[in-house]
């Protein structure tokens, strides 16, 4: 759609076509219009989007307030304003959401010239340790000081067909991750598969009798803002980084062929998971991490054996793909657009900016 010549803001589309032909109709019935607002970095953005629900309820005729906005806190700047962030969106807010991945992925981009920073393999970046504890810990409290809805993330762990030891493995760990969401005061969840949905509807259910924790208030230590920044500590190992590769090129191509969520080594991985993959493979590689081999030795990431581990993984497709699957499959692009992602002098934003362009060509 443009305007004057210029593209617009695709959000202020989307939201401004959803409110004009459906606000009304779910107003009426009580279920809207409601929305999320994911990547706010400040308050300042808040206090834009509640300016922009003021003008669209005036145009529609809708009442102040009607208007519901969850916030999703998933950049590292906006940890540090949750407070300032209600405050704009006071009239609207419903709750803050925990986004963990792209969370990751902006602590990353964020701190990325920091060597004090460096974070282990994915693996060990965990939600019940260093600066992603805290960060949640945080959500929940300022949430019910505020009394709104303090909402957990997504496990990443989805249902195993044909692997009922894989699939237990699963669900054990959705259930454990709801346990500890639950117990530290969520007022809800997410699930990456619908299947998943009873195993933490059952969590909930059982240890939230009651249809939120708003008035379970977290006053027990102080959080100080240093602990929003504290790096997980853990390895740095070569299966981290062939799985990083694997991940970014895999999910790439998906997204080049229409896929938005795919599952990638029985994880639900999306757009954000990719990014943290690409974004750890530079991080390691800026800074000249230590990496731990397969046969216990250590060597240091370099550019070029990140060009030959990304020759490796183009090699195992081909074998597993055969060429005409590999090329249907855009992984030739994702690959390239991967690798010059991790050696680039300066870490790209976004991986899916250069995508694009690909995908415009393939249209």
């Not at 916030?71 to 925990?98: R, S, Y």
């Not at 992925?105 to 964020?110: D, G």
């Not at 929940?140 to 067909?161: D, E, N």
């Amino acid at each position: 759609m443009l305007i004057a010549a210029q593209p617009m803001s695709a959000a202020l589309f989307d939201f401004g076509l959803t409110l004009f032909h459906c606000g009304r109709a779910l107003a009426a019935t009580g279920r809207g219009p409601f929305y999320y607002l994911p990547k706010l970095e400040s308050h300042d953005e808040a206090r834009f989007w509640n300016d922009v629900f003021l003008f669209a309820q005036d145009r529609t005729g809708l009442e102040p307030g009607t208007i519901k906005a969850t916030v999703l806190i998933e950049t590292l700047p906006a940890a540090f304003q949750m407070d300032e962030i209600v405050w704009q969106l006071k009239d609207h807010i419903a709750g803050l959401n925990c986004g963990r991945w792209d969370y990751i992925f902006s602590y990353i981009k964020t701190l990325r010239n920091h060597g004090a920073y460096v974070l282990p393999d994915r693996a060990q970046v965990t939600m019940d340790r260093a600066f992603l504890a805290t960060y949640a810990a945080r959500l929940v409290k300022v949430c019910h000081r505020r009394g709104i809805h303090a909402m957990g993330g997504m496990s990443a762990a989805i249902p195993v067909k044909d692997n009922p030891a894989a699939n237990e493995a699963a669900f054990a760990r959705v259930r454990a991750d709801k346990e500890r969401e639950v117990g530290m005061g969520h007022d809800g969840t997410w699930v990456a598969h619908p299947d998943l949905v009873p195993v933490a509807r059952e969590v909930f259910d059982a240890e939230m009798p009651l249809a939120n924790q708003i008035r379970k208030q977290r006053q027990e230590w102080r959080i100080e803002p240093a602990m929003l920044l504290k790096p997980h500590e853990g390895r740095i190992t070569e299966a981290g980084v062939k799985t990083n590769i694997s991940v970014a090129i895999e999910y790439l191509a998906n997204w080049l062929s229409g896929r938005g969520a795919v599952p990638i080594h029985n994880l639900m991985e999306d757009a954000a998971t990719a990014e943290i993959s690409r974004a750890q493979l530079w991080q390691w590689r800026r800074h000249g991490a230590t990496v731990e081999l397969s046969d216990g030795d250590t060597t240091r990431l370099t550019a070029e054996w990140l060009g030959a581990l990304i020759q490796q993984e183009i090699v195992a497709i081909l074998t597993r793909l055969g060429p005409g699957g590999f090329h249907r499959g855009h992984y030739a692009s994702a690959a390239r657009i991967v690798h010059e992602a991790v050696t680039a002098e300066v870490l790209p934003d976004f991986i899916t900016a250069p995508a694009y362009d690909v995908l415009n060509a393939l249209d």
